[in-house]
């Protein structure tokens, strides 16, 4: 199990757009990933899960994953997430 925090940086948060390049990235690993926002955890996969956390700009989270690829997925997806998703 890999877990790194990161706290996101665009303004609007995980809205629509920015929560779909999530769950696009997520889903290029094999390994089972999750988002955790105070003591929820959702599915990194899930669209709906995503942006059932409400995540807003200045918003820490956690990303964790455990699988084959679990420290590339954090990793990938925490560089996502610190881009700001180019927005």
């Known amino acids: 199990m890999f877990v790194k925090d990161v706290v996101v940086q665009n303004q609007v948060g995980l809205h629509a757009r920015p929560a779909t390049f999530f769950i696009q990235k997520a889903n290029e690993f094999k390994s089972s990933i999750w988002v955790e926002k105070e ?3 959702v599915n990194a996969k899930s669209l709906l899960g995503v942006l059932s956390l409400g995540i807003i700009g200045g918003t820490p ?4 994953a455990d699988g084959a690829d679990e420290q590339n997925a954090v990793n990938a997806l925490v560089a996502l997430v610190e881009s700001g998703f180019a927005e």
């Not at 989270?61 to 964790?64: E, F, P, Q, T, V």
């Open 39 to 41: 003591e929820r955890r």
């Open 61 to 64: 989270i956690r990303i964790i």
